[in-house]
């Protein structure tokens, strides 16, 4: 018995080493189609270390990263072959999307002061392949009410895609300290910092609040904002590393990548590096084990209230990640979660999937929870009218609040990459601020015609990419700003 037990664990290793191989040999001949690698996406720039984050302050950062977009210049955008000197390159200094022709690049870490003496500070940190520009809107609404906010580019972020090909979230975090550190140093010890987090941004600002609880010496924040959290990822990403095996050989070193696109979107990658999966997966898994340590050691009472916008329709996080790992968790701390549903209306009820229209069921677990819920739905199946279902803690009773927005019967569902933006965002809004130019206009993007014709991502142009609700979110996050309101300044670095 013993004997063929051994003999058939020896088959099922080899079938398996069999259709390892078989598996990596596909992925190997399927990088090979296509388009060579481009200067961007084999030019890797000089990023400060972890340990150098560490060791400088602020200015140290911005001039390390001066020296950062001066590299790109020289070595990127300066040796472009005549081929890629094309008007939707944002690399090209010549295309409308060039960063380096706007007013201001935001692209690059940036500070807003408030006229006055701040009464307290906001640390800002985008998503995975995003840049600050994605909480722009949000930095302004704090530093209206006399915060200072300091908006955190994250290494390997806002210069090429190929700088996510090395990146390491320990970097990330080092940043993430370092903005923190900023912040306590221009308020004092004693004002409010707030921290607001927009997908993997969500992740560093859980990641370093659960970091205060066991290291005294870093600046505890009061009050996390969290859009879209990167708290748990898709289980291809566990394993998005062996994807990239068959780059080791050079020959196939478009393995290292599971997106090739062109750079249209002056402040966004649309390429995407297996390196940026793997990162993302061992950030939110130290997370989720931080989380189960700390709930067993009982050291979760003193987190911050957690204030979390999240659509129940996510193709890029777990938002059953979201309510499991993180807000099962927390203590009656005045945390809430806000969810914005599918489109119910008539429109699409028969084209939704079942598992689209039961998403919400599934989140919001029955009876009462320790934290406030917000469901931002239809009023009725097939009525466009909108309501907030709010459910305080403790209670299992909703209330009904009428909302004067309704939901657009062109959308189905929100997406994760709408909810930090408004409808009038010059560059990815429904209705664009037609007072500030980026070179394109994404979120009116509507194409129709033959595939292969457009340089689009058709994927990316199908998914809404700013918030019909946005109007809302921006009230909640003032609700929870102290009220100190102050005239606009000027943005300084």
């Given at each position: ?17 069999v ?35 560490d ?53 690059r ?16 940190i ?9 909480l ?35 970097t ?33 600002s ?7 609880r ?7 924040p ?47 990658y ?34 911050p ?15 059953p990640?979201?309510?499991r ?37 599934h ?23 909108m309501?907030?279902?709010?459910t ?6 909703a ?9 657009p ?41 033959e ?38 300044a000027?943005?300084?670095?």
């Open positions: 018995m013993l004997r063929a037990l051994i003999k058939l664990g020896k088959w099922t290793a080899i079938v398996l080493l259709f390892l191989v078989s598996l990596l040999g596909i992925r190997a001949w399927d990088s090979q189609q296509g388009d060579p690698l481009a200067l961007w996406q084999t030019y890797v720039p000089h990023e400060l270390t972890a340990a150098e984050i060791a400088t302050d602020w200015q140290g950062y911005l001039a390390a990263e001066d020296r950062l977009f001066d590299e790109v210049r020289t070595q990127v955008s300066d040796k472009l072959p005549s081929s890629e000197r094309v008007a939707t390159n944002r690399y090209f200094e010549g295309a409308p999307m060039y960063p380096g022709h706007f007013a201001h690049d935001w692209n870490s940036y500070v807003l002061e408030p006229k006055g003496k701040p009464v307290g500070a906001v640390v800002l985008h998503g995975l392949t995003d840049s600050p520009y994605s722009r809107d949000i930095a302004e609404l704090y530093r209206d009410h006399g915060f200072v906010a300091i908006g955190l580019r994250v290494p390997g972020h806002g210069t090429v895609p190929a700088a996510l090909t090395e990146a390491q979230w320990p990330w975090m080092a940043a993430t300290r370092l903005a923190m550190r900023e912040a306590r140093r221009r308020v004092g010890a004693q004002a409010p910092i707030h921290m607001v987090g927009y997908s993997n941004g969500g992740a560093l859980l990641k370093y609040t659960l970091d205060t066991d290291q005294n010496e870093l600046t505890r009061t009050q996390l904002v969290l859009l879209s959290p990167m708290i748990g990822v898709t289980r291809f990403a566990r394993f998005a590393g062996l994807a990239g095996l068959p780059a080791i050989l050079p020959s196939f070193a478009k393995a290292a990548w599971l997106d090739l696109l062109p750079e249209y979107n002056p402040f966004k649309n390429s995407f590096p297996v390196n940026a999966a793997r990162q993302t997966y061992l950030l939110t898994d130290a997370i989720r084990n931080q989380l189960q340590s700390l709930d067993r050691e009982q050291k979760l009472a003193g987190m209230p957690i204030l979390t916008f999240q659509s129940v329709i996510d193709d890029t996080v777990s938002a990640a979201v309510m790992t993180l807000f099962a968790r927390l203590p009656a701390n005045g945390s809430e979660i806000v969810l914005f549903d599918v489109n119910r209306n008539h429109r699409f009820d028969s084209l939704l999937r079942a598992s689209s229209l039961q998403a919400l069921q989140l919001l677990p029955p009876g009462p929870q320790r934290f406030r819920s917000t469901v931002i739905a239809n009023a009725a199946a097939n009525d466009s009218h309501v907030a279902r709010t305080e803690a403790g209670h299992d009773q209330t009904v609040t009428p909302l004067s927005i309704e939901y019967d062109d959308i189905f569902s929100l997406s994760h990459i709408a909810l930090p933006f408004p409808p009038n965002d010059p560059l990815y809004g429904t209705q664009p601020d037609m007072s500030e130019d980026f070179g394109v206009r994404l979120g009116t993007q509507a194409p129709r015609g595939r292969g014709a457009l340089i689009l991502n058709l994927d990316a142009v199908l998914r809404i990419s700013s918030n019909p609700f946005y109007p809302y979110v921006r009230e909640r996050i003032e609700e929870i700003i102290p009220a100190t309101p102050t005239a606009t000027q943005q300084v670095h």
